[in-house]
């Protein structure tokens, strides 16, 4: 028995090029609950890039799937939520039936692309060629079907473009290569401006944790179903989208702000990706080496632990969020989500895999909290600076269960740190502190080489434990 809905089946008016877990256990997820809601009519048509949709399993099933939503709520309880979606009309491929897709692309229904083709698929392919059915490369085939709708609907029939890659800014990305493979395939400059006058590409921020298919859980979630479903997808219960509105854009055509609680509309997506890179990508960068000298496996086993929630607390509270530009009741209740999401059960995080190629991370998401942190208190920021220690401590190995646990990282920076393992403590850490090429500047100031230095020699001279963990919170 498969998935079933009494909804009624909305009209195809979004392409989407993806059909991975992450679109549909998020912005698909999103329309199907803005359709019942609202009473609306937007269907889904996935483009499959690669491969055939010979024996699709969600074509199979008249495209319905399950989405199981899981969590930990506002009040602490963990919740399970499954959601028949039932506003994906079907897949079809581009390789074997790129006739039916560029017919889709001619149909004046069609309003809306959607996307998520990882940041390798926003690229410029100086390969593609016009004639090619289909361009390989993501944006090449958009442009082909850009065209194509261009020469069978002419002006006003412009899409709006919301690309969910990773890709910073990926919307104007997207648009300048499109419009770098209308001229390297020489079409009409009439077509140039269509693509720049009349189609929207919007620049997003996207963010729900999605991972995917629970292949080891899936027969006891079955049996509470009542059915099978092979496309299932299991996804957090939190989710967030920015729709980048700039000055002389048009409102999104897809009003998902108006109906859904986790999307905004905003002139500037910027602040948004800052407070995700700070607080949620920064604390976990911040409390991994800790847990890791540890011996915690995971996320959720740290920051369940009073010790763990107490460091993830101040480190937010006191380094984090001060340093941030946007309201404080936004900033403290993403904090709180943040809190809840990294205790989810149903997702099992391993802060090894978190700590691949750790140190540019640090880089990129705490180290302009220190800095702002250092000038405002004229000292170093305590927290993140003890991070600091653990992160030397663990790429040297100076902790119990190293063997199991190595650095993982470019063979460069692994390089340069084993340039300092036969150097004394305060040699070790002014040498990690300055090297330009790990920081893109020296950070070894003599007061944070003090701070380091002091938490570096207590993390090495003794096995890290949650007890001494507090202690050294408290005495940060």
């Known amino acids: 028995m498969a998935p079933t809905t009494n909804r009624p089946r909305p009209t195809p008016r979004i392409l989407q090029f993806g059909g991975g877990n992450f679109l549909r256990g998020f912005v698909d997820w999103k329309i199907d609950r803005m359709n019942e809601a609202a009473g609306m009519d937007w269907g889904v048509v996935i483009l499959r890039s690669v491969g055939s949709t010979e024996g699709s399993a969600l074509n199979a099933q008249d495209g319905l799937y399950t989405v199981l939503s899981r969590g930990v709520d506002e009040g602490g309880q963990a919740v399970s939520e499954p959601r028949v979606v039932a506003c994906v009309r079907g897949e079809v491929s581009c390789q074997t039936d790129w006739p039916m897709v560029l017919a889709l692309a001619a149909d004046p229904l069609i309003t809306v692309v959607l996307s998520n083709t990882t940041e390798a698929g926003i690229v410029h392919d100086p390969s593609a060629k016009a004639t090619d059915a289909p361009p390989k490369a993501f944006p090449a085939k958009l442009a082909a079907l850009l065209h194509h709708r261009w020469r069978a609907l002419g002006a006003g029939h412009g899409w709006h473009i919301i690309p969910c890659e990773l890709t910073d800014l990926s919307g104007d990305a997207l648009r300048r290569i499109v419009l770098e493979h209308a001229a390297d395939w020489g079409l009409e400059p009439a077509f140039a401006a269509w ?18 298919f629970p292949k080891t859980e899936i027969a006891a979630i079955e049996a509470d179903l009542g059915y099978a479903d092979p496309c299932l997808t299991a996804a957090e219960l939190f989710h967030f989208l920015a729709l980048e509105r700039r000055e002389g854009q048009p409102e999104p055509r897809l009003p998902l702000a108006t109906w859904d609680d986790g999307t905004i509309v905003t002139p500037d997506v910027t602040p948004y990706k800052l407070r995700k890179v700070a607080i949620l990508n920064g604390a976990h960068t911040a409390l991994c080496p800790l847990a890791l000298l540890m011996g915690v496996p995971s996320v959720a086993e740290a ?13 937010l509270q006191t380094e984090v969020i001060p340093f941030l530009n946007l309201a404080p009741e936004d900033l ?25 190629n ?28 003890l991070s600091l220690a653990a992160w030397l401590a663990f ?82």
């Open 195 to 212: 693509v720049a006058e009349d189609c929207a590409f919007f620049n997003t921020l996207v963010d729900r944790i999605v991972p995917g």
């Open 332 to 356: 403290q209740s993403f904090a709180a989500a943040v809190q809840r999401r990294f205790a989810n059960p149903y997702i099992r995080h391993l802060w090894h895999d978190i700590s691949l």
């Open 395 to 476: 790429y040297l190995g100076h902790f119990d269960g190293a063997a199991a646990l190595p650095p993982r990282d470019a063979a460069e920076v692994l390089a340069r740190i084993a340039l300092l393992k036969p150097l004394a403590p305060e040699a070790q850490v002014r040498g990690f502190l300055g090297d330009a090429g790990l920081w893109g500047q020296s950070l070894a100031s003599e007061a944070l080489v003090a701070e380091v230095l002091r938490d570096f020699k207590s993390l090495t001279e003794a096995p890290l434990t949650w007890d001494r963990l507090e202690d050294m919170i408290g005495a940060g």
């Open 303 to 315: 920051v369940t632990h009073p010790v763990g929630a107490a460091f993830l607390t101040r480190v």
């Open 358 to 385: 750790a140190l540019v991370k640090v880089r990129h998401r705490n180290l302009d909290r220190m800095q702002a942190y250092s000038a405002r208190h004229n000292h170093p920021a305590p927290l993140l600076s």
